[in-house]
């Protein structure tokens, strides 16, 4: 059984996303994403040989292998861009977290075969031996299908665990937020709740010098649960039409405290490590106090409120193929709902 850390080192590693949009076909996106993994095994080995060994985990950005759909349908970007539950990027991508003996964290879009025609955005963590502990499906998107859209079936799949799942390893407790998932206090504290120390945060997001909405939240996040914040962002998105510095930059690590420890500007970079400190972390969650805000939690005041409201509606996907207008409708006929109400 592996030592528990009370230290090590960690990466939150800003590369640049090579698109698959303008592939014609499975074949030619299969061959971008592995040679952007071929080209992630090297900055993963040079990263490791400037850091240091006691380097034992590393995140990746969103999406990292294939940019985001632009105009594709559901079915003809699963068919193109996503991978399988045991497909070769994974084990690819195995490979390396083997080789290195590190925690290895992104972010894939991925088809999931209890959900035909169907796909969804997944954080994955990979541990040393090269398997998967951990898969996280983002429950929040304006453009994808998640597993709230199909909440009943995913229940009986995967139960509640499997919506909100924390790994428990030697280098602590660690648990998966999507881009804009940083937003969404409740995803944080439902994995909280199972004991989350450190967020791997895998992103594509705008950088500015000013505080964003993002950035805010992140150190909110950390604060509110007493958690390691290890968000990495792009260095840019290639191959499509958007400028390609458009998301790029930013990638940062946050202690449990807020406090920013490290933080890149833009372009490739392996700036962003710094030590993650468990044992001050835990003496922090362990300690009575003004500032040990995880411990003065209480869900029951909330509980009867979340369970009365109702907003955005869940299983909008169960039944047939829907196009992409599907999510801009149900979104607005939420908004006509919630003004009627008088809520909003």
């Known amino acids: 059984m592996p030592t528990n850390l009370e230290s090590f080192r960690a990466l939150a590693l800003q590369v640049t996303c090579h698109a698959v949009n303008q592939t014609s076909n499975r074949h030619e996106a299969r061959s971008l994403m592995q040679n952007s993994i071929n080209r992630l095994a090297q900055q993963i080995a040079a ?5 240091g060994f006691d380097c034992r985990l590393i995140v990746l950005p969103e999406y990292f292998l294939t940019g985001f759909p632009m105009g594709d349908t559901l079915v003809g970007w699963a068919e193109k861009a996503c991978i399988e539950m045991a497909g070769a990027e994974y084990e690819a991508l195995g490979k390396i977290a083997q080789k290195h003996k590190i925690f290895l964290a ?18 994955f963590i990979l541990d040393p031996s090269g ?58 504290r439902c994995l909280a709740m199972r004991g989350a120390e450190i967020f791997v ?50 990638s940062k690590i946050i202690d449990h405290r807020g406090i920013v420890l490290v933080e890149t500007g833009a372009g490739e970079s392996m700036a962003a490590f710094a030590e993650i400190d468990l044992a001050a972390l835990r003496r922090d969650r362990r300690r ?37 207008k599907h999510f801009l409708q149900t979104q607005q006929a939420t908004i006509e709902r919630l003004t009627q109400l008088g809520i909003i």
Request: hydrophobic residues 40%; glycine residues 6%.
């Open 201 to 250: 945060h895998s992103t594509s997001e705008v950088y500015n010098k000013n505080l964003t909405p993002k950035d805010a939240a992140k150190i909110t996040r950390a604060v509110e649960n007493l958690a390691y914040v290890v968000s990495a962002n792009t260095a840019g998105i290639a191959n499509i039409a958007i400028p390609i510095a458009s998301a790029d930059g930013g």
């Open 47 to 51: 990263s490791i040989a400037f850091i």
């Open 131 to 188: 398997s998967i502990i951990l898969r996280y499906r983002r429950l929040n998107s304006l453009f994808a299908p998640t597993p709230h859209d199909v909440w009943d079936k995913y229940l009986d799949c995967y139960g509640l665990e499997g919506v909100f799942p924390v790994a428990k390893t030697e280098i602590g407790n660690l648990a998966a937020l999507a881009s804009e998932e940083i937003l969404y206090p409740e995803v944080a």
């Open 106 to 123: 992104g972010n894939a879009y991925e088809v999931d075969p209890n959900f035909p025609g169907l796909y969804f955005q997944t954080c």
């Open 288 to 324: 009575p106090g003004l500032n040990n805000l995880l411990s003065r939690q209480r869900f029951e005041l909330y509980a009867e409120s979340y369970r009365q409201s109702h907003f955005y509606p869940a299983n909008t996907m169960l039944e047939g193929e829907v196009d992409r």
